[in-house]
Structure formats: C-alpha cells, structure tokens
C-alpha cells in the first residue's frame, strides 16, 4: 500500500464547500471507501509514520465541527438508501465522514481503545451489510426463492428482528420440506 498516496480519491471540489477546500488532500488520501484497505493503510501509518498521524488528527479535530455542519445541510441524503443512486454514493461527503471515523482510531491512547472503536467501526460496518443483504433477500422472499433468501441471511441471525427471524425459520422450512 503506498503511504503516501492512500485512499487515492479524486473528489469533486464543487460540490465541497468553501470552507472545507483545505481539506481536500486530507480527505482524498485518507477517506477511504472500504473499511478492510482503511484499516491496513491506518495500521500502517500508525506504525511507520505515527508523527503524520498525529499531524492528521489535528487537522480532523480542527475541520469536525464543520464537517458535521456540512453533513446536516445535506438535502440530497433526505431519502432512504435503497433511493440513492450512484451520485449519492459517490459524493465527496462521504470520504470527509470516513476521516472522522478514521480519527476515532486513531486518536485513542492505548490498545485497549483503538480495539474498541476498531470494534465499533466492524459493528457498524457489518449492519450496514446486514441491511445490503436484506434489501436483497426481502426481494427473493417476495419471489419465493427461499434458498437464496436463507443463503443471505444465514449469517446475520443475530441482528434480525423478531420479524424477520420468522420469516427466516418459515424459509428454513420451505427448504426443507422441498428436499424432505
């Protein structure tokens, strides 16, 4: 992974408020769009260059407040996600909000912390897959592919609803009773 380029990202200044300009290196080298590269290129940095980091937090701390702001005068996310098309995945917002999750990271004191928000941000990640899977699966459920449906879901049992978990065991028993 090369350190000094990073995430690699090329955002679109326009649509970057003005007072976020001077911010733009910062989040193109360091706002990744997976969290697996996220995570090596900070484990990496942390140990190879641990004064850049520093020198990143506090550019991160000095830019949240507005950061936060930016992301609240945001209409266009004002939509439920299955809504969004590519443009709204690809707006330079989200590589900003990937820096603040970063420097949760990064800003901790000792091992026990950084698992912890390293824990956090898997958490996150894996509900938002959840919820990937499920948009998916609802739809192989409506079409009575229950096979596929289960073959979504198998994995995140645990952060089911009571709901859904019943249409899980319902699917579970179509599949068997179509082998049985």
């Given at each position: 992974?090369?350190?000094?380029?990073g995430?690699g990202?090329k955002?679109?200044?326009?649509?970057i408020?003005?007072?976020?300009?001077?911010f733009?290196?910062c989040?193109?080298?360091?706002?990744?769009?997976s969290?697996?590269?996220?995570?090596?290129?900070?484990?990496?940095m942390?140990?190879?260059?641990p004064?850049?980091?520093?020198a990143?937090?506090?550019?991160v701390?000095?830019?949240?407040?507005?950061?936060?702001?930016w992301?609240k005068?945001?209409?266009?996310?004002?939509k439920?996600?299955?809504?969004?098309?590519?443009?709204?995945?690809?707006?330079?917002?989200?590589a900003?909000?990937?820096?603040?999750?970063?420097r949760e990271?990064?800003?901790q004191?000792?091992?026990?912390?950084?698992?912890d928000a390293?824990?956090?941000m898997?958490?996150?990640a894996?509900?938002?897959?959840?919820?990937?899977?499920l948009?998916?699966?609802?739809?192989?459920?409506q079409?009575q592919e229950?096979?596929e449906?289960?073959?979504l879901m198998d994995?995140?049992?645990?952060?089911?609803s009571?709901?859904?978990k019943k249409?899980y065991d319902f699917a579970?028993?179509?599949?068997?009773?179509?082998?049985?």
């Open positions: 992974m090369d350190l000094e380029q995430a990202l955002l679109n200044r326009d649509l408020p003005d007072s976020l300009q001077a733009i290196p989040a193109e080298k360091w706002g990744f769009e969290l697996d590269e996220q995570d090596q290129f900070v484990e990496l942390l140990r190879e260059r004064d850049e980091v520093t990143f937090n506090d550019l701390d000095q830019a949240h407040a507005q950061i936060i702001e992301g005068s945001l209409t266009e996310f004002d439920n996600r299955d809504d969004f098309e590519e443009r709204d995945w690809n707006h330079p917002y989200w900003f909000l990937a820096t603040l999750k970063v990271v990064t800003g004191a000792g091992a026990a912390e950084f698992s390293r824990a956090r898997s958490a996150e894996r509900l938002y897959r959840f919820n990937e899977a948009s998916q699966a609802v739809m192989h459920f079409r229950y096979r449906y289960v073959t994995s995140y049992q645990d952060l089911m009571p709901a859904q249409k579970r028993r179509k599949i068997t009773s179509e082998t049985g």
